[in-house]
Nanobody, 127 residues
Framework: QVRLVESGGGSAQAGGSLRLSCAVSGRTFTTYATGWFRQVPGKAREFVASIVTRTGTGTYYADSVKGRFTISRDNGENTVYLQMNDLKPEDTAVYSC???????????????????WGQGTQVTVSS
């Protein structure tokens, strides 16, 4: 089993920044990639970013956050970060991190690819 715990959510003004953290514990050696998704009430959960955490490199971003958000990892701390800059009101959502043990199958931006999920953390951006 893999356990994911998010932190760092909160409120920010438009144009501001927040950094989310995802602490990964348990069978961390089984994870291939860790990603962030977000969801607003009444809408489907959507992909934000993902990073390969087992071997090699690779980062993936939704078009809506490219150039503003950066995903990174600290393998020594088993933590994945999401640095969010130039925040916009439309970034308001519950952000959840997720981990997958699969090297292939569903696309990396599909929630079906991911086996483990955190509880989520609220991000609110005001204009």
């Amino acid at each position: 089993q893999v356990r994911l715990v998010e932190s760092g959510g909160g409120s920010a003004q438009a144009g501001g920044s927040l950094r989310l953290s995802c602490a990964v514990s348990g069978r961390t050696f089984t994870t291939y990639a860790t990603g962030w998704f977000r969801q607003v009430p009444g809408k489907a959960r959507e992909f934000v970013a993902s990073i390969v955490t087992r071997t090699g490199t690779g980062t993936y971003y939704a078009d809506s956050v490219k150039g503003r958000f950066t995903i990174s990892r600290d393998n020594g701390e088993n933590t994945v970060y999401l640095q969010m800059n130039d925040l916009k009101p439309e970034d308001t959502a519950v952000y959840s991190c997720a981990a997958t043990s699969s090297r292939s199958g569903w696309p990396i931006d599909s929630l079906r690819r991911y086996d483990y999920w955190g509880q989520g953390t609220q991000v609110t951006v005001s204009s």
